[in-house]
Protein backbone atom coordinates (compact mmCIF):
# COMPACT_ATOMS: atom_id res chain seq x y z
CA UNK A 1 0.00 0.00 0.00
CA UNK A 2 1.27 3.33 -1.14
CA UNK A 3 1.77 5.92 2.58
CA UNK A 4 -1.50 8.17 1.95
CA UNK A 5 0.42 10.95 3.85
CA UNK A 6 3.23 11.17 1.58
CA UNK A 7 1.75 10.19 -1.63
CA UNK A 8 -2.27 10.36 -1.21
CA UNK A 9 -2.69 12.20 -4.49
CA UNK A 10 -1.18 8.83 -6.42
CA UNK A 11 -3.15 6.72 -4.28
CA UNK A 12 -6.73 8.66 -5.65
CA UNK A 13 -8.15 6.94 -8.62
CA UNK A 14 -9.31 9.81 -10.42
CA UNK A 15 -5.81 11.29 -10.44
CA UNK A 16 -4.21 8.37 -11.88
CA UNK A 17 -6.91 8.04 -14.56
CA UNK A 18 -6.26 11.99 -15.64
CA UNK A 19 -2.12 11.25 -15.43
CA UNK A 20 -2.59 7.86 -17.49
CA UNK A 21 -5.11 9.89 -20.03
CA UNK A 22 -2.65 12.36 -20.24
CA UNK A 23 0.45 10.52 -21.25
CA UNK A 24 -1.88 9.10 -24.08
CA UNK A 25 -2.70 12.41 -25.45
CA UNK A 26 0.75 13.86 -25.33
CA UNK A 27 2.27 10.71 -27.13
CA UNK A 28 -0.80 11.02 -29.74
CA UNK A 29 -0.20 14.74 -30.39
CA UNK A 30 3.57 13.92 -30.50
CA UNK A 31 2.84 11.10 -33.25
CA UNK A 32 0.40 13.67 -35.30
CA UNK A 33 3.17 16.42 -35.33
CA UNK A 34 5.72 14.53 -37.25
CA UNK A 35 2.59 13.92 -40.24
CA UNK A 36 2.10 16.34 -43.07
CA UNK A 37 -1.23 18.18 -43.36
CA UNK A 38 -3.28 16.49 -45.25
CA UNK A 39 -2.71 13.11 -43.46
CA UNK A 40 -2.29 14.73 -40.41
CA UNK A 41 -6.06 15.49 -40.15
CA UNK A 42 -7.36 11.92 -41.33
CA UNK A 43 -5.03 10.39 -38.93
CA UNK A 44 -6.59 12.72 -36.38
CA UNK A 45 -10.10 11.86 -37.00
CA UNK A 46 -9.22 8.15 -37.07
CA UNK A 47 -7.31 8.51 -33.52
CA UNK A 48 -10.29 10.53 -32.14
CA UNK A 49 -12.77 7.79 -33.32
CA UNK A 50 -11.30 4.38 -31.89
CA UNK A 51 -9.92 6.22 -28.57
CA UNK A 52 -12.69 7.99 -27.32
CA UNK A 53 -15.19 5.40 -26.65
CA UNK A 54 -12.73 3.46 -25.17
CA UNK A 55 -11.99 6.91 -22.72
CA UNK A 56 -15.75 6.89 -22.36
CA UNK A 57 -15.39 3.08 -21.05
CA UNK A 58 -12.33 3.68 -18.93
CA UNK A 59 -14.10 6.51 -17.17
CA UNK A 60 -17.43 4.68 -17.04
CA UNK A 61 -15.38 1.91 -14.74
CA UNK A 62 -13.89 4.83 -12.78
CA UNK A 63 -16.99 6.58 -11.57
CA UNK A 64 -18.87 3.09 -11.08
CA UNK A 65 -16.31 1.99 -8.72
CA UNK A 66 -15.77 4.91 -7.28
CA UNK A 67 -19.31 5.64 -6.64
CA UNK A 68 -19.77 2.14 -5.25
CA UNK A 69 -17.05 2.43 -2.60
CA UNK A 70 -17.93 5.90 -1.74
CA UNK A 71 -14.57 7.39 -2.11
CA UNK A 72 -12.10 7.78 -4.94
CA UNK A 73 -9.08 6.85 -2.40
CA UNK A 74 -7.97 3.41 -3.26
CA UNK A 75 -6.94 2.33 0.08
CA UNK A 76 -10.61 2.74 1.53
CA UNK A 77 -12.28 1.00 -1.75
CA UNK A 78 -10.02 -1.79 -0.72
CA UNK A 79 -10.99 -2.01 2.79
CA UNK A 80 -14.81 -1.68 1.25
CA UNK A 81 -13.67 -4.53 -0.96
CA UNK A 82 -12.67 -6.87 2.17
CA UNK A 83 -16.36 -5.91 4.43
CA UNK A 84 -18.34 -5.89 1.27
CA UNK A 85 -17.65 -9.97 0.55
CA UNK A 86 -17.67 -9.84 -3.08
CA UNK A 87 -17.51 -13.34 -3.71
CA UNK A 88 -21.11 -14.02 -3.07
CA UNK A 89 -22.25 -10.15 -4.42
CA UNK A 90 -26.06 -9.66 -3.21
CA UNK A 91 -26.05 -6.05 -3.16
CA UNK A 92 -26.56 -3.77 -6.68
CA UNK A 93 -23.47 -1.97 -4.71
CA UNK A 94 -21.57 -4.96 -5.04
CA UNK A 95 -22.64 -5.37 -8.95
CA UNK A 96 -21.31 -2.01 -9.46
CA UNK A 97 -17.87 -2.70 -7.85
CA UNK A 98 -17.61 -5.64 -9.93
CA UNK A 99 -18.72 -4.11 -13.06
CA UNK A 100 -16.27 -0.90 -12.48
CA UNK A 101 -13.49 -2.84 -12.06
CA UNK A 102 -14.05 -4.67 -15.61
CA UNK A 103 -14.35 -2.05 -17.35
CA UNK A 104 -11.51 -0.41 -16.18
CA UNK A 105 -9.47 -3.04 -16.42
CA UNK A 106 -10.70 -3.88 -20.15
CA UNK A 107 -10.35 -0.41 -20.92
CA UNK A 108 -7.13 0.48 -20.23
CA UNK A 109 -5.92 -2.57 -21.85
CA UNK A 110 -8.18 -1.57 -25.01
CA UNK A 111 -6.97 1.67 -24.64
CA UNK A 112 -3.69 1.69 -25.29
CA UNK A 113 -3.83 -1.23 -28.34
CA UNK A 114 -3.44 -4.36 -26.48
CA UNK A 115 -5.50 -6.40 -28.28
CA UNK A 116 -3.94 -6.15 -31.97
CA UNK A 117 -7.70 -6.58 -33.70
CA UNK A 118 -7.78 -2.80 -34.11
CA UNK A 119 -4.41 -0.64 -35.40
CA UNK A 120 -5.97 2.73 -33.92
CA UNK A 121 -2.51 4.08 -35.29
CA UNK A 122 -2.08 2.20 -38.80
CA UNK A 123 -2.37 5.39 -40.76
CA UNK A 124 -0.42 7.57 -38.27
CA UNK A 125 2.07 4.47 -38.39
CA UNK A 126 2.83 4.25 -42.13
CA UNK A 127 3.41 8.19 -42.10
CA UNK A 128 6.32 7.78 -39.60
CA UNK A 129 9.51 6.57 -38.99
CA UNK A 130 10.26 2.53 -37.60
CA UNK A 131 12.14 4.92 -34.26
CA UNK A 132 8.66 7.10 -33.81
CA UNK A 133 6.43 4.58 -34.45
CA UNK A 134 7.67 2.27 -31.89
CA UNK A 135 8.24 4.89 -29.29
CA UNK A 136 4.79 5.88 -30.29
CA UNK A 137 3.57 2.32 -28.98
CA UNK A 138 5.97 1.56 -25.99
CA UNK A 139 5.07 4.78 -24.52
CA UNK A 140 1.15 3.83 -24.03
CA UNK A 141 2.07 -0.09 -23.61
CA UNK A 142 4.47 0.95 -20.75
CA UNK A 143 2.09 3.14 -19.01
CA UNK A 144 -1.16 1.03 -19.52
CA UNK A 145 1.01 -1.38 -17.78
CA UNK A 146 1.64 0.21 -14.93
CA UNK A 147 -1.16 2.00 -14.61
CA UNK A 148 -2.98 -1.63 -14.19
CA UNK A 149 -0.33 -3.22 -12.09
CA UNK A 150 -0.99 0.08 -9.43
CA UNK A 151 -4.61 0.24 -9.81
CA UNK A 152 -5.04 -3.69 -9.00
CA UNK A 153 -2.40 -4.54 -6.44
CA UNK A 154 -4.47 -1.69 -4.33
CA UNK A 155 -7.51 -2.75 -4.55
CA UNK A 156 -7.59 -6.44 -4.75
CA UNK A 157 -8.78 -8.68 -1.90
CA UNK A 158 -8.28 -11.98 -0.80
CA UNK A 159 -12.54 -13.18 -1.68
CA UNK A 160 -11.71 -11.41 -4.94
CA UNK A 161 -10.71 -13.91 -7.76
CA UNK A 162 -12.69 -12.11 -10.56
CA UNK A 163 -9.90 -9.79 -11.44
CA UNK A 164 -7.46 -12.24 -11.92
CA UNK A 165 -9.81 -14.21 -14.30
CA UNK A 166 -10.42 -11.46 -16.02
CA UNK A 167 -6.59 -10.66 -16.51
CA UNK A 168 -6.45 -14.71 -17.60
CA UNK A 169 -8.69 -14.36 -20.41
CA UNK A 170 -7.58 -10.56 -21.81
CA UNK A 171 -3.82 -12.34 -21.66
CA UNK A 172 -5.54 -15.53 -23.97
CA UNK A 173 -6.76 -12.84 -26.11
CA UNK A 174 -3.92 -10.92 -26.77
CA UNK A 175 -1.32 -14.16 -27.20
CA UNK A 176 -3.66 -16.02 -29.62
CA UNK A 177 -4.56 -12.38 -31.50
CA UNK A 178 -0.64 -11.29 -31.87
CA UNK A 179 0.30 -14.94 -32.59
CA UNK A 180 -2.30 -15.23 -35.31
CA UNK A 181 -1.61 -11.69 -36.89
CA UNK A 182 1.82 -12.30 -37.00
CA UNK A 183 1.38 -15.32 -39.81
CA UNK A 184 0.43 -13.03 -42.30
CA UNK A 185 1.92 -9.49 -41.49
CA UNK A 186 3.93 -8.67 -43.75
CA UNK A 187 5.97 -5.20 -42.89
CA UNK A 188 9.03 -4.36 -40.16
CA UNK A 189 6.31 -2.07 -38.34
CA UNK A 190 3.69 -4.36 -37.97
CA UNK A 191 6.19 -7.67 -36.92
CA UNK A 192 7.75 -5.68 -34.27
CA UNK A 193 4.59 -3.97 -33.13
CA UNK A 194 2.79 -7.36 -32.72
CA UNK A 195 6.29 -8.54 -30.82
CA UNK A 196 5.77 -5.24 -28.00
CA UNK A 197 2.00 -6.69 -27.94
CA UNK A 198 2.56 -10.12 -27.28
CA UNK A 199 5.26 -9.80 -24.19
CA UNK A 200 2.82 -7.68 -23.01
CA UNK A 201 0.47 -10.88 -23.28
CA UNK A 202 3.08 -12.39 -21.12
CA UNK A 203 3.59 -9.91 -18.72
CA UNK A 204 -0.83 -10.05 -18.35
CA UNK A 205 -0.59 -14.05 -17.61
CA UNK A 206 2.01 -13.51 -15.00
CA UNK A 207 0.08 -11.04 -13.43
CA UNK A 208 -2.84 -13.08 -13.42
CA UNK A 209 -0.95 -15.97 -11.91
CA UNK A 210 0.53 -13.48 -9.16
CA UNK A 211 -2.98 -12.35 -8.48
CA UNK A 212 -4.03 -16.05 -7.82
CA UNK A 213 -0.72 -16.40 -5.42
CA UNK A 214 -0.87 -13.49 -3.78
CA UNK A 215 -4.88 -14.33 -2.89
CA UNK A 216 -3.43 -18.19 -1.50
CA UNK A 217 -0.46 -16.63 0.02
CA UNK A 218 -2.38 -13.62 1.76
CA UNK A 219 -2.03 -15.21 5.45
CA UNK A 220 1.96 -16.86 5.38
CA UNK A 221 3.83 -14.85 7.70
CA UNK A 222 5.37 -13.12 5.32
CA UNK A 223 3.41 -12.13 2.04
CA UNK A 224 4.92 -10.90 -0.91
CA UNK A 225 3.27 -7.90 -2.22
CA UNK A 226 1.58 -8.31 -5.95
CA UNK A 227 3.60 -4.91 -6.97
CA UNK A 228 6.57 -6.34 -5.73
CA UNK A 229 6.51 -9.62 -7.60
CA UNK A 230 5.04 -7.73 -10.43
CA UNK A 231 8.62 -5.32 -9.95
CA UNK A 232 10.57 -8.48 -10.30
CA UNK A 233 9.40 -9.62 -13.99
CA UNK A 234 9.66 -5.85 -14.85
CA UNK A 235 13.40 -5.48 -16.50
CA UNK A 236 12.89 -8.93 -18.40
CA UNK A 237 10.13 -7.01 -20.34
CA UNK A 238 12.37 -3.60 -20.79
CA UNK A 239 14.78 -5.29 -22.37
CA UNK A 240 12.72 -7.52 -24.67
CA UNK A 241 11.42 -3.45 -25.64
CA UNK A 242 15.03 -2.58 -25.53
CA UNK A 243 15.92 -4.75 -28.33
CA UNK A 244 12.78 -4.06 -30.32
CA UNK A 245 13.72 -0.14 -29.97
CA UNK A 246 17.58 -1.20 -31.47
CA UNK A 247 15.63 -3.06 -34.17
CA UNK A 248 13.35 -0.02 -34.83
CA UNK A 249 17.31 2.20 -34.69
CA UNK A 250 18.91 -0.33 -36.77
CA UNK A 251 16.08 0.14 -39.80
CA UNK A 252 15.88 3.69 -39.46
CA UNK A 253 19.65 3.95 -39.65
CA UNK A 254 20.00 1.87 -43.29
CA UNK A 255 17.02 3.41 -44.68
CA UNK A 256 17.75 6.84 -44.26
CA UNK A 257 20.20 6.97 -46.86
CA UNK A 258 18.04 5.59 -49.08
CA UNK A 259 14.69 4.31 -49.75
CA UNK A 260 12.51 3.04 -46.88
CA UNK A 261 12.43 -0.40 -45.48
CA UNK A 262 9.33 -1.41 -44.87
CA UNK A 263 9.33 -5.20 -46.04
CA UNK A 264 12.00 -7.78 -44.72
CA UNK A 265 12.88 -8.86 -47.70
CA UNK A 266 14.67 -5.58 -48.71
CA UNK A 267 17.21 -6.96 -46.43
CA UNK A 268 17.97 -10.14 -48.06
CA UNK A 269 21.70 -11.01 -47.86
CA UNK A 270 22.41 -7.09 -45.66
CA UNK A 271 25.65 -9.08 -43.84
CA UNK A 272 27.48 -9.77 -46.85
CA UNK A 273 27.73 -5.97 -47.28
CA UNK A 274 27.43 -4.41 -43.20
CA UNK A 275 28.86 -7.39 -41.32
CA UNK A 276 28.75 -5.25 -37.84
CA UNK A 277 25.62 -4.21 -38.39
CA UNK A 278 24.05 -6.51 -39.84
CA UNK A 279 25.90 -9.19 -36.87
CA UNK A 280 24.26 -6.43 -34.50
CA UNK A 281 20.25 -6.97 -36.38
CA UNK A 282 21.23 -10.59 -36.49
CA UNK A 283 22.19 -10.82 -32.59
CA UNK A 284 18.52 -8.58 -31.37
CA UNK A 285 16.41 -10.98 -33.24
CA UNK A 286 17.98 -13.64 -31.76
CA UNK A 287 17.14 -12.30 -28.18
CA UNK A 288 14.07 -11.67 -29.10
CA UNK A 289 13.66 -15.23 -30.59
CA UNK A 290 14.43 -16.35 -27.20
CA UNK A 291 17.75 -18.02 -26.51
CA UNK A 292 18.74 -19.22 -23.16
CA UNK A 293 19.58 -16.58 -21.11
CA UNK A 294 17.79 -13.46 -22.78
CA UNK A 295 14.93 -11.62 -21.27
CA UNK A 296 12.29 -13.26 -23.37
CA UNK A 297 13.32 -16.65 -22.54
CA UNK A 298 13.93 -16.21 -18.99
CA UNK A 299 9.68 -13.92 -18.73
CA UNK A 300 8.32 -17.11 -20.77
CA UNK A 301 10.10 -19.76 -18.29
CA UNK A 302 8.97 -17.65 -15.30
CA UNK A 303 5.21 -17.25 -16.90
CA UNK A 304 4.98 -21.24 -17.83
CA UNK A 305 6.30 -22.03 -13.86
CA UNK A 306 3.93 -19.43 -12.92
CA UNK A 307 0.99 -20.93 -14.30
CA UNK A 308 1.54 -24.42 -13.59
CA UNK A 309 1.63 -23.16 -10.27
CA UNK A 310 -2.24 -22.43 -10.70
CA UNK A 311 -4.62 -25.27 -9.19
CA UNK A 312 -8.12 -26.26 -8.78
CA UNK A 313 -9.54 -26.10 -5.73
CA UNK A 314 -10.08 -29.65 -4.75
CA UNK A 315 -11.06 -31.25 -1.28
CA UNK A 316 -8.91 -31.45 2.04
CA UNK A 317 -7.09 -33.99 1.88
CA UNK A 318 -7.37 -34.74 -2.06
CA UNK A 319 -4.76 -34.09 -4.44
CA UNK A 320 -4.60 -30.56 -5.97
CA UNK A 321 -4.36 -31.12 -10.01
CA UNK A 322 -3.62 -27.93 -12.66
CA UNK A 323 -6.15 -25.46 -13.31
CA UNK A 324 -7.30 -26.32 -16.61
CA UNK A 325 -8.20 -22.59 -17.86
CA UNK A 326 -4.86 -21.88 -16.67
CA UNK A 327 -3.21 -25.05 -18.57
CA UNK A 328 -4.62 -23.88 -22.03
CA UNK A 329 -3.47 -20.44 -21.34
CA UNK A 330 0.17 -21.96 -20.88
CA UNK A 331 -0.49 -23.87 -24.49
CA UNK A 332 -1.56 -20.61 -25.91
CA UNK A 333 1.72 -18.69 -24.53
CA UNK A 334 4.16 -21.54 -25.63
CA UNK A 335 2.49 -21.30 -29.14
CA UNK A 336 2.80 -17.42 -28.98
CA UNK A 337 6.04 -17.56 -27.95
CA UNK A 338 7.13 -20.37 -30.42
CA UNK A 339 6.06 -18.55 -33.64
CA UNK A 340 8.00 -15.22 -32.47
CA UNK A 341 10.59 -17.67 -32.16
CA UNK A 342 10.17 -18.73 -35.56
CA UNK A 343 9.48 -14.85 -36.80
CA UNK A 344 12.69 -13.78 -35.49
CA UNK A 345 14.80 -17.06 -36.85
CA UNK A 346 13.06 -16.71 -40.24
CA UNK A 347 14.38 -12.90 -40.33
CA UNK A 348 17.29 -13.94 -39.44
CA UNK A 349 17.59 -16.62 -42.43
CA UNK A 350 17.13 -13.62 -44.65
CA UNK A 351 19.17 -11.19 -43.67
CA UNK A 352 22.42 -13.69 -43.42
CA UNK A 353 21.63 -16.62 -46.17
CA UNK A 354 18.95 -15.17 -48.39
CA UNK A 355 19.99 -13.50 -52.05
CA UNK A 356 20.80 -10.26 -51.97
CA UNK A 357 17.87 -7.95 -54.03
CA UNK A 358 19.96 -4.60 -53.54
CA UNK A 359 23.76 -3.70 -52.32
CA UNK A 360 24.07 -1.51 -48.88
CA UNK A 361 27.79 -0.33 -49.14
CA UNK A 362 26.60 3.16 -47.80
CA UNK A 363 27.25 4.56 -44.63
CA UNK A 364 24.15 4.15 -42.14
CA UNK A 365 22.77 6.74 -40.20
CA UNK A 366 25.96 7.42 -37.49
CA UNK A 367 23.65 8.30 -34.49
CA UNK A 368 21.09 5.55 -34.82
CA UNK A 369 23.41 2.81 -35.93
CA UNK A 370 24.93 4.06 -32.34
CA UNK A 371 21.76 3.97 -30.12
CA UNK A 372 21.39 0.09 -31.79
CA UNK A 373 24.90 -0.84 -31.00
CA UNK A 374 23.99 0.37 -27.23
CA UNK A 375 20.92 -1.94 -27.29
CA UNK A 376 23.03 -4.45 -28.67
CA UNK A 377 25.30 -4.15 -25.63
CA UNK A 378 22.37 -3.82 -22.59
CA UNK A 379 20.93 -6.69 -23.89
CA UNK A 380 23.79 -8.76 -24.01
CA UNK A 381 25.42 -7.74 -21.04
CA UNK A 382 21.99 -8.66 -19.07
CA UNK A 383 21.93 -12.10 -20.66
CA UNK A 384 25.55 -12.81 -19.93
CA UNK A 385 24.16 -11.81 -16.36
CA UNK A 386 21.21 -14.01 -16.17
CA UNK A 387 23.30 -17.28 -17.65
CA UNK A 388 25.58 -16.82 -15.01
CA UNK A 389 23.05 -16.57 -12.24
CA UNK A 390 21.12 -19.51 -13.62
Not at 45 to 64: D, F, M, N
Not at 269 to 297: E, H, K, N, T
Not at 300 to 315: D, G, K, Y
Request: proline share 3%; glycine share 6%; charged share 10%.
Amino acid sequence: MIPETKYRMVNDLYFLVICFELVLYLNSMLLIRGVRGIVRQAAFLQLLKSTLPLTIILLTGVVLLSTAADSSDLGVIQKNLETSGLKQASSLNDYSVMLGLILIISGAVFRVGLLPIHFQNRLLLKETSHFQAMLATLFPVAAGLFFLVLVVSQVMVVNLSSVEQLLYFLSLIILASSAGLLLVEKEWKGILHLIIIQSAGVFLALFSAVCWKWRHESFSDEPVSIQQAMRAFTPELLLIWLAVFGLACFLDGVGRRRSALVYPEQLQGFLIDQRLLGSAAVVLLALLMGIPGSAVFIMNWQAVLSLFEIHQEASKGAMAIVHTGYLGLNIVLIFSSTLVAFTCAKLILQICFAKPLTRYRQRPHRGLVLICYGCVIGALLFSLQSMVGF
